[in-house]
């Protein structure tokens, strides 16, 4: 269940992303076509920072230590560009267009989903 809440979360984030963060957007033919694309998107995104996330903080924490975290922002914009190109593969109507709107995307979506877990009852999460 808390996976569920969780791909839920970032569905709604990258939705509340695609209206703030110009250069990011859905193009689907119909609401439930954008929701479903949102969704898959949303594991998508989880998938690749469940997977390469901790690597390339094993391999990057000089980085992170020398820039005191700020290099976790670029890591986070690569890791939302990744998402557009596997979204972009498997012919998915969303789109990233280059760093800066990744960069900004990738802020946006992890302030909002922060947020909504913050306004979450804790009941919901620890199902």
Partial sequence: ???L????ITAIALWITTLIVPGVEV???STADTVLTLVVVALI???VNA???PVIKVFGCVFYLLTLGLFALVVNA???LLTDRIARGLD???RVDGFWAAFWGAIVVAVVSWLI???LPDRLEAR
Wanted: avoid cysteine; glycine fraction near 12%.
């Fill in 117 to 119: 877990s913050v306004a």
């Fill in 27 to 29: 193009t689907g033919r």
């Fill in 78 to 80: 690569l890791l939302f």
């Fill in 5 to 8: 809440i969780r791909l839920v």
């Fill in 51 to 53: 997977v390469l996330k």
């Fill in 1 to 3: 269940m808390g996976f």
């Fill in 45 to 47: 995104f989880g998938v």
């Fill in 92 to 94: 998915l109507p969303f």
